[in-house]
């Protein structure tokens, strides 16, 4: 019977937590992550990187100035990163390494728009995007660890709606 005890008092502690989690999550990230899901594996518009993003801020209703600059600019230090905000890449070279550290993979995206889609930790997420060499002109989605990134820019977008 105590072991029951324990086990619900965990239990309910887990999901308490995990629902407090999602829930920050502020509604139009929470909008455009349904809809990147929905259109995963398929083309969006001309299937540009930015297609993506804009598809998604337009269905969320959101302000920005249509300029690579997509809501409010976040400090990656300092503000938490969530799912749905868009990241904008300006001549980013990410080297990773696999696994047994042997092999090395260098991506290079001059100009480049992607929307977070998982965060695993602070500096480490999954990404969707699209017109990549993965996936081509459809969505699809790649790992982007902040460490990795040699050399370039990005900038973290949360967008911005009037609700």
């Not at 398929?42 to 540009?48: A, I, N, P």
């Not at 804009?54 to 100035?65: P, Q, R, T, Y």
């Not at 600019?73 to 696994?99: A, E, H, W």
Request: net charge positive; with cysteine; hydrophobic share 35%.
């Amino acid at each position: 019977m105590v072991f029951f005890k324990y086990f619900f008092i965990f239990t309910l502690a887990f999901l308490c937590n995990s629902l407090s989690a999602q829930d920050s999550i502020p509604q139009a990230n929470s909008k455009i992550v349904s809809y990147v899901k929905s259109v995963m594996g398929k083309k969006v518009d001309r299937g540009e990187c930015w297609d993506l993003a804009n598809e998604a801020l337009k269905l969320v209703k959101a302000k920005w100035n249509y300029q690579f600059k997509y809501g409010k600019l976040l400090d990656r230090d300092k503000d938490t990163i969530y799912p749905g905000d868009i990241i904008q890449f300006k001549n980013v070279i990410v080297v990773t390494k696999s696994d047994n550290g042997r092999e090395t993979k260098t991506e290079t995206m001059k100009q480049h728009t992607a929307i977070v889609y998982k965060v695993y930790e602070k500096g480490d997420f999954e990404i969707a995007h699209q017109n990549t060499n993965f996936s081509g002109r459809k969505v699809g989605t790649s790992r982007l660890v902040l460490k990795n990134i040699k050399r370039g820019e990005i900038f973290i977008y949360r967008p911005i709606t009037e609700n």
